[in-house]
Structure formats: structure tokens, C-alpha cells
């Protein structure tokens, strides 16, 4: 089973040479297909537009949300491609990864003028043995 680090590192490489190639400005569905694509070449598991299910309430929703891409079943990536993007995109990726019992996503931002402004790791309830340079939400 490939470690969180190699999950993660591995997304944000395949994505600074997509941002690089590719530049900012295009569709939000172009860089999910390129990215996903260019993870399979890498050997992951990758899921577009993974419905996920969940109940609150004794009521359950078949549908309650996609994730952009689920990455060996444990990295969630949620891909914007916006000028800037707004507190609400944090929070959003942060409720996937509890409702999904998850550890780690990626909030990428294609549209940043760099990559760097515009990639983000949410953690949520990621041990303290785990990789510290995963752990920026807490």
C-alpha cells in the first residue's frame, strides 16, 4: 500500500508539470481528465467524480456530493480553476474528508498565477506519528 507521502507527493508533482505545460485559465474539467490520466501513467488508482453517499439524520443521500478525484481510495483532490480561491473551498474539502472517514485531501487551484498560491493540504484528524508536512489545518 502506497504511503499518504507518496499518494500526495506524486498528485502535487503530476500537478505543477500539468499547471506548467498547460498554464492557467482552462476548464476545471480539463485539468481533472489531465491530472487523472497522468497519475494512472504513474501507476495509482484514480476515481472521477466519485459519488459519495453518506446519512445524517436517519435519512440517507444517495448523491450527496462528488469528489473531483479519489486517489487510491485515500486522497481526495478537489479542483477549482478560479482567480482566487474563497475560505468556503477549504471547508468544503474538509466536510468530504469526514463524511468520507479520510485523512488527507488536495484543494488545487489551476487558475492561480502559480501553483504554489494555489495548492493546499487539508488534514483532517491525521495522527501525530503521521507526516508533518501533511498537517496544515491543525
Known sequence: MKSLDDITDAIVDASINIHKDLGPGLL??????VLARALEKRGFRVERQKTVCF???????????RADLLVEGRVVVELKSVEKLAPVHSKQLLT???????QVGLLINFGAFTLKEGLHRIVNQLSASASPHLRVNQ
Open 96 to 102: 468530504y474528508l469526514r463524511l468520507m472517514h479520510l
Open 55 to 65: 446519512e445524517y439524520d436517519e435519512m440517507v443521500f444517495e448523491e450527496g456530493f
Open 28 to 33: 476545471e474539467s480539463v485539468y481533472e481528465v
